[in-house]
Each structure stands twice: as C-alpha cells, then as structure tokens.
C-alpha cells in the first residue's frame, strides 16, 4: 500500500509476533487512519494468522479490540488534524512530537 501520497508502493510491513504467543488462529487489523478529514478516514487491512510452537501466553482483554465500538471521534489520537496550526504558525507544516502521538485503541501487547 501507500504510506503517503506521492510516496510510492510500500515494499511490506515486517510485524513482530511475541515468541510467547499461544498456538491457535489470529486474526489482526491493521489500519492507516487519514487524519486530514472530520471524522477520519480509516483503510482497514486485516490478515489471518495461524500461529504453531510452544507458546502459553495469550492478550488479556484489555489488549484486544471489538468493532465497531473501540474508537469515537474524539478519541485523543483521532481528534486531530494535519491540518491544525503547528508551534510556528504554519498550517501546512505540522510540528507533533510523533513519539508522543496517542494511537487509538487497546494498549499494544508484547508477549
């Protein structure tokens, strides 16, 4: 897919699956969520996992999502725009600190 406009295909997406994952069928959603409309335009990928080997842990339900009903429009990480003023002034150069940005949904589990 593409990561943004003008950028080109994506050559794919590496996911790390914890090690510790218990054997069974996944299914996982992946999703970009295009924040320069009100409310924001999310293109939903999902993928069929079969996981083997040893594992025994598996996510409580803090960590799993149910849709429709995990996001709202005002959820902090899609209540925004691209679009919104940064620090100096610029409409069109936005200034988030992106190591800080607030992804909707579960918490992500790691094993």
Not at 7 to 22: C, D, H, Q, S, W
Not at 100 to 106: A, C, I, M, T
Request: proline share 14%; hydrophobic share 30%; with cysteine.
């Amino acid at each position: 897919g593409l990561l943004q406009p003008g950028a080109g295909p994506a050559p794919g997406y590496t996911v790390a699956i914890p090690k510790n994952l218990k054997p069974g069928k996944y299914l996982i959603r992946h999703e970009v969520i295009m924040l320069a409309s009100r409310p924001p335009q999310f293109y939903i990928e999902c993928a069929q996992l079969s996981i083997t080997g040893n594992g025994t842990a598996s996510p409580s339900g803090d960590y799993l999502a149910s849709f429709p009903g995990t996001y709202t429009d005002e959820d902090p990480g899609l209540a925004m725009s691209q679009w919104w003023m940064g620090p100096n002034g610029s409409p069109f150069q936005p200034e988030w600190n992106t190591t800080e940005y607030p992804f909707p949904g579960p918490e992500l589990w790691s094993g």
